[in-house]
Nanobody, 129 residues
């Protein structure tokens, strides 16, 4: 059974960078899963950050980002890990960040909108001076 664990969160000053990792275990088929990153700030609904398609071939991997993250956030993937590189962080990026996975062959941006059925526990990102 696929399990996801996020790591890399912490406290960073405005303008700084963090790289989150979403590490998969319990399945040898992670490359068949698309992965989404989401976040939830205190008192707010969960929102989508972006997504990356499954990783069968580096040539075919696609990504999509929500407008407020474009140019600042980058999603990439390795064999068992999906990364979220966050640059030029702002106080409004403060949230718990979650990764989620779904077995899907859809490409981004379409795969961003499918129901994700495997979730990690989240990692806190705080942007503050």
């Amino acid at each position: 059974q696929l399990r996801l664990v996020e790591s890399g969160g912490g406290l960073v000053q405005p303008g700084g960078s963090l790289k989150l990792a979403c590490t998969a275990s319990g399945s040898s088929s992670f490359k068949y899963y698309a992965v989404g990153w989401f976040r939830q700030a205190p008192g707010k609904e969960r929102e989508r950050v972006g997504c990356i398609s499954r990783g069968l071939s580096n040539v075919d991997i696609t990504t999509h980002y929500e407008d407020s993250m474009k140019g600042r956030f980058t999603i990439s993937r390795g064999d068992n890990t999906v990364y979220l590189q966050m640059n030029n962080l702002k106080p409004e990026d403060t949230a718990v960040y979650y990764c989620a996975a779904v077995s899907s062959g859809a490409s981004a941006p379409f795969v961003c909108s499918v129901p994700y059925n495997v979730w990690g526990q989240g990692t806190q990102v705080t942007v503050s001076s």
